[in-house]
């Protein structure tokens, strides 16, 4: 059943506004930051790898963004372009400020930690004025990252973009992607998440990041309570995710639908989330069921937790299918399915 309908007639599959950050990624493998000399910079954050991920699967993919006017930006700007992303609506910060930096430490397979620098950060001066009501108009699926709400004018255009979404049926995915830097407090936190979510129609996070969002409506909701309010509302997908347990797509008509991760042997414990958001994005825009959405997903984050970085290692739809296909010889058929 397709829970959420698309336009086909538009010119883009989807478009993100957020994020765009630059990650160095340890070479020195299971080191402190202290201990680490040697990195590996890549093209960073989550709205931007999921852009990534979408356009390796085929996908035409836009972004609405700030960058910054130095080489980072050009490193970004020229990335984008040589993956097929269009970067008519990505501006230049004008007031100096420069792309957020994200150093990761990698203990072990298990335990990794990221440190952000997010003060005077070029993609939160994205402004109501950048958003094109057109370009919307035009897309099948709007991404709206949760991490582009910390801050004006960010937040603004943000909610600028979600009202010209409402406006011309475009669909909203709204990607709770809370990251502590930059929110001034809890507060704003629940009332900006809970202002993008309720006029979204598909919602993603984590089991902590519902919690966020719903600490000023009622705390300590059950998964199938905190589905069940965000269902009465616009949205007629509800994913929560729960780390290593797997995750689980509640749906309009009161189904659930649940997967687990794929076994893998894993080289650090962050960046599956976006390889799970751009596979699983995917597959709805070709309209495939929910079970197999998620396990083209759930390959998908399987195969990035076992990769050094995040955008430069998407896979293609032939890599995630040639990796179901393995895990399955070896573990079985269900090895992913519950």
């Given amino acids: 059943m397709k829970y959420v309908e698309f336009d086909k007639g538009r010119a883009f599959d989807v478009v993100p506004i957020g994020r765009i950050a630059i990650d160095f990624n340890p070479i020195d493998y299971f080191k402190t930051l202290v201990q680490s000399d040697s990195f590996k910079k890549y093209l960073g954050g989550s709205p931007a790898n999921i852009a990534v991920g979408l356009a390796r699967l085929g996908k035409k993919v836009g972004f609405i963004g700030a960058v910054s006017n130095d080489r980072f930006g050009d490193y970004v700007m020229e990335f984008f372009q040589n993956e097929g992303i269009d970067t008519d609506k990505i501006v230049r910060a004008k007031g100096g400020e420069k792309l957020g930096l994200t150093f990761t430490e990698i203990l072990s397979p298990e335990e990794s930690s990221i440190l952000m620098y997010r003060d005077g950060i070029a993609d939160l001066t994205i402004a109501p004025e950048n958003v094109d009501e057109a370009y919307i108009k035009d897309t099948k699926l709007l991404l709206i990252s949760g991490t582009a709400l910390a801050k004006s004018p960010s937040r603004e255009a943000c909610l600028t973009a979600l009202q010209y979404a409402r406006n011309h049926n475009t669909k909203v995915l709204f990607d709770i992607d809370y990251r502590p830097y930059s929110w001034a407090s809890q507060y704003e936190v629940a009332l900006y998440y809970s202002l993008v979510a309720e006029k979204s129609d598909i919602i993603m996070g984590s089991r902590s990041e519902y919690d966020l969002m719903e600490q000023l409506i009622e705390k300590g909701r059950t998964d199938t309570q905190t589905a069940e309010y965000w269902l009465s509302k616009q949205a007629k997908i509800v994913i929560i995710k729960h780390g290593k347990q797997g995750s689980t797509a509640y ?23 976006d390889g799970y958001g751009s596979a699983f994005i995917y597959a709805l825009l070709e309209g495939a069921d929910i079970t197999d959405a998620l396990e083209l997903g759930s390959a998908s984050a399987s195969m990035l937790v076992a990769a050094h970085g995040c955008s430069l290692f998407m896979p293609t739809l032939a890599e995630i299918k040639a990796f179901i296909k393995q895990s399955k010889e070896k573990y079985g058929e269900m090895v992913a399915r519950r």
């Avoid at 749906?251 to 989330?273: E, H, Q, R, W």
């Fill in 251 to 273: 749906t309009a008509d009161g189904n659930n639908y649940s997967i687990k991760p794929f076994p893998v042997t894993a080289l650090k414990s962050f960046g599956g989330g």
